[in-house]
């Protein structure tokens, strides 16, 4: 007994339990006032003990979950008959105590352990439970609020909590986060996600390969006797578009900028899954992978600036200063006008999520003072290069396109592309969405990067697919085709947002609106970026590819 005590006093002396500085008061409730005015403080909404996370018990009451809020509607849900003790009628309740239950390792049999002896151990787990309780000497009693208040004029609300200490030597230390695999809700649908996804990868994968083995290769190997023995025959399908498919594109200025944005943000992503594979970004720190993320993006202007500058030059663009310019400031310069605006919605609610002006100008140093740089760098490295030469020279006069159908015309093929690579994600976007939105952890960068991997490929394959089928039409207009392909899954990464803010979310008010959609339209263009680079850059590679191999005059 003595030892126990020991223990929790040193273990005392090392938690910090964060909301309780000024978080819990007696709140008076006034006759006079309306049900929902109640006044209602409390500083903090998450807890936090020596970096380890508290798990929430989540207690449900008539379909209500009681978890991230204290109070449960802000005393405007009437709860009705769904336990013995919350069955009164015209009677409201709040959830007002908290019971910590705080597991630890004493360090038995581990090296570190000699630090503590019998005095204290090292926290793995630490519980929260919500209760409600009518005071600290009756905590089974609920605490209820009667529906008519005409006879009270003031009803004191006690907040408490309690502390509970268990030790458990057989979790260790290295595995303390493990436990919050169990209390993610539905966990084992990854395992769904990641077969859907491979069977989309394995179709697409079929087809591209009966493309290039059989179709292609058939095709080339008949085109290439023809010209060796000199017969005539006319030239049919995507060989007759030999001339004219490596055409520079309109727009070209602005595609190159996407192209050299999208570059930096794939290289960016794979950098930041990777070390969080690795185990560098706890999940103990929330803003260790934003932070990362930012830093790895502003770190790798130079690879944008590059691709942006060498493809603009093969398209024999002339506006070198303003390719340089755009690519530097353009795509950083719409996240971050969405950014500031959102910003300036939470500083108008005083809300204490709103972004500090001091780091909203360290944001601004780290773009002007070096993230452009790094662009100007790579562009002037990207420029100092060859052109690239391509298979197959261009005609000067552009082929006629042939009438299309209506599936191999722009917007239904776009349409169609954008799916398939969505199709892959649509379920891990979910557990994504609700570690935003949620509250909920999420450090499963496994799954993620099994996922990651397969839109990698399926972008490739699906742009390549849909690039042949329209080269076969005589559609040479492939550029601006293959980026929008793939990065249309962005499109239905919106839409599927707004079915999970009607079908998931509570949110009140038109700021927490106004912020929902304004942070996805942000997710939604770096989403676009990515996707649509992978897309083009893929069936870059394949149509130089075939178009390399065949003879040509």
């Excluded at 562009?379 to 690239?388: A, C, E, I, M, T």
């Amino acid at each position: 007994m003595k030892k126990l005590k020991n223990i929790k006093r040193k273990l005392n002396k090392y938690v910090e339990i964060i909301w309780i500085k000024s978080s819990f008061h007696k709140t008076s409730i006034n006759k006079k006032k309306g049900l929902c005015e109640i006044q209602y403080k409390i500083t903090e909404q998450s807890f936090k003990i020596n970096s380890v996370n508290a798990e929430w018990c989540n207690i449900q009451i008539n379909n209500y979950f009681i978890s991230d809020h204290i109070l449960n509607k802000c005393l405007s849900t009437k709860v009705k008959k769904q336990q013995p003790s919350f069955n009164k009628p015209d009677t409201y309740y709040i959830f007002n105590h908290l019971d910590f239950e705080i597991t630890y390792h004493s360090g038995e049999n581990e090296e570190w352990g000699s630090a503590f002896l019998d005095e204290g151990g090292r926290i793995i787990h630490a519980r929260v439970e919500v209760k409600s309780a009518k005071s600290e000497c009756n905590p089974n009693g609920p605490m209820e609020i009667p529906g008519d208040m005409k006879n009270l004029d003031t009803l004191e609300i006690p907040y408490t909590f309690s502390v509970k200490y268990k030790q458990d030597n057989s979790i260790k230390w290295a595995s303390r986060w493990d436990y919050i695999l169990n209390t993610l809700p539905n966990s084992k649908i990854q395992w769904f996600s990641i077969l859907n996804s491979l069977v989309i990868v394995l179709f697409l994968s079929g087809m591209v390969a009966m493309i290039l083995l059989r179709t292609v290769h058939k095709d080339l190997a008949k085109y290439n006797n023809i010209q060796n023995t000199d017969d005539v025959e006319e030239e049919y399908g995507w060989k007759l578009v030999h001339g004219d498919v490596f055409r520079p594109p309109s727009n070209r200025l602005l595609l190159t900028v996407f192209l050299g944005s999208g570059v930096q943000i794939a290289i960016m992503s794979l950098l930041t899954l990777g070390l969080a594979c690795l185990g560098f970004l706890s999940p103990a720190s929330r803003g260790a992978l934003m932070t990362t993320a930012i830093v790895c993006y502003v770190l790798l202007g130079t690879p944008a600036g590059y691709i942006s500058a060498r493809l603009y030059k093969m398209f024999g663009g002339e506006r070198w200063a303003s390719n340089v310019v755009a690519t530097a400031l353009l795509c950083p310069g719409i996240v971050f006008a969405i950014f500031f605006v959102l910003n300036l919605v939470l500083w108008t609610n005083s809300s204490s999520a709103a972004i500090p002006f001091t780091t909203l100008l360290a944001l601004l140093a780290l773009w002007f003072l070096v993230s452009t740089p790094l662009v100007f760098f790579g562009s002037y490295l990207g420029f100092k290069k060859q052109v690239v030469e391509n298979p197959t020279r261009t005609n000067q006069i552009p082929r006629q396109i042939p009438q299309q159908y209506f599936y191999t015309r722009p917007l239904p093929a776009v349409l169609m592309g954008g799916i398939l690579p969505f199709g892959c994600i649509f379920i891990q976007l979910f557990f994504i969405l609700n570690s935003i939105w949620s509250h909920q952890f999420y450090y499963m960068f496994g799954f993620l990067s099994v996922v990651y991997l397969i839109l990698l490929i399926t972008c490739s394959e699906t742009t390549i697919l849909l690039c042949y089928f329209h080269l076969c039409t005589e559609d040479y207009r492939w550029w601006w085709r293959s980026f929008m392909t793939s990065g249309f899954a962005a499109f239905y990464f919106f839409l599927y947002s707004i079915h999970y803010y009607s079908t998931k979310l509570e949110l009140q008010g038109a700021a927490s609106t106004f912020l929902f959609f304004g942070y996805t339209l942000i997710m939604s263009f770096l989403f676009f970026l990515f996707t649509g680079t992978i897309g083009f850059f893929a069936c870059f590679w394949f149509v130089r590819k075939i178009y390399s191999v065949i003879k040509v005059d």
